[in-house]
């Protein structure tokens, strides 16, 4: 019962820490204090609960938790995240925060859907269905939001028509101005490529444990990393301010294309997707 009970907080603690990552990517790309400090006490409570682990881990067995691959794998992802921490607090270098957290948040997403763990064979088979459920769940919801961000962009385009053959009436009215449809269009691709790479890690850990003969040239696997290339493109044009108005409007079109041609046609070719 005691396992369970520590599996169940090993799960907290990803979801925490993914929640974490979220937040200083959404500051990374806006600017936000409110997220860099959501994040900052989200890691802060990451480090409490994983300093707590290792407490309890070192007066059960007596030493100190770095003799093994996995204890080192976390003892590392603890260090990580002390030393982001201090940065954060100390010189305010949040951006390195950010990418040293994404880092972090892939170790500590191996040791904890580790194929063998010290909870047991039935407890480690559950958490390891647990995390294809996390994985599935996550990339849904960055499709869902790259989905909105479609359509936000498809009416930026009929409302620019609109203006530009001067057609003025009741749609027109009805429909956001346009600066406000670009920028929520961006802000749901700004939520949603975080996501969509935490998906990706997650269910690479997946398909590595369950499947000993794991191809990375899976064409799913290759489509979901064009997929988030093409959207870090199209955050980077637009937080760059190298493209906006209809231009950016209409690559965002084309990238959503991109993600149905994923969804619908290449995870038919794929080994393990079905």
């Known amino acids: 019962m005691q396992d369970i009970y520590m599996s169940r907080l090993h799960e907290l603690t990803i979801i925490l820490y993914a929640l974490s990552v979220l937040f200083y990517f959404f500051d990374f790309m806006h600017n936000n204090q409110r997220a860099n400090k959501a994040a900052f006490w989200l890691l802060s409570f990451v480090w409490a609960l994983q300093t707590s682990f290792l407490i309890v881990y070192m007066k059960e067995t007596g030493r100190f938790p770095v003799l093994t691959i996995m204890e080192g794998l976390y003892f590392y992802t603890w260090v990580l995240i002390s030393l982001s921490l201090a940065i954060n607090r100390l010189l305010k270098v949040d951006f390195?925060?950010?990418?040293?957290?994404?880092?972090?948040?892939?170790?500590?997403?191996?040791?904890?859907?580790?194929?063998?763990?010290?909870?047991?064979?039935?407890?480690?088979?559950?958490?390891?269905?647990?995390l294809l459920f996390i994985h599935i769940t996550a990339a849904i919801l960055s499709?869902?939001?790259?989905?909105?961000?479609?359509?936000?962009?498809?009416?930026?385009?009929?409302?620019?028509?609109?203006l530009k053959k001067k057609q003025w009436g009741?749609?027109?009215?009805?429909?956001?101005?346009?600066?406000?449809?670009?920028y929520i269009s961006y802000l749901l691709n700004v939520i949603s490529v975080p996501i969509l790479l935490i998906a990706l890690i997650l269910g690479i850990q997946w398909a590595i444990i369950q499947k000993p003969a794991f191809f990375w040239y899976d064409p799913k696997i290759i489509g979901s990393f064009i997929i988030l290339f093409i959207y870090s493109i199209y955050l980077y044009l637009r937080a760059t301010n190298k493209l906006r108005g209809k231009n950016i409007a209409v690559l965002n079109i084309m990238n959503f294309l991109m993600v149905m041609v994923n969804f619908i046609f290449i995870g038919k070719f794929s080994s393990f997707h079905f």
């Open 143 to 162: 499709y869902g939001a790259f989905s909105l961000s479609f359509i936000f962009s498809v009416l930026y385009c009929v409302q620019y028509n609109l």
């Open 96 to 130: 390195i925060v950010f990418f040293a957290n994404v880092l972090g948040f892939i170790i500590m997403a191996i040791h904890t859907f580790a194929p063998i763990h010290e909870s047991g064979g039935k407890i480690a088979e559950k958490v390891v269905s647990e």
């Open 170 to 182: 009741k749609r027109l009215i009805r429909i956001p101005d346009l600066a406000k449809l670009e």
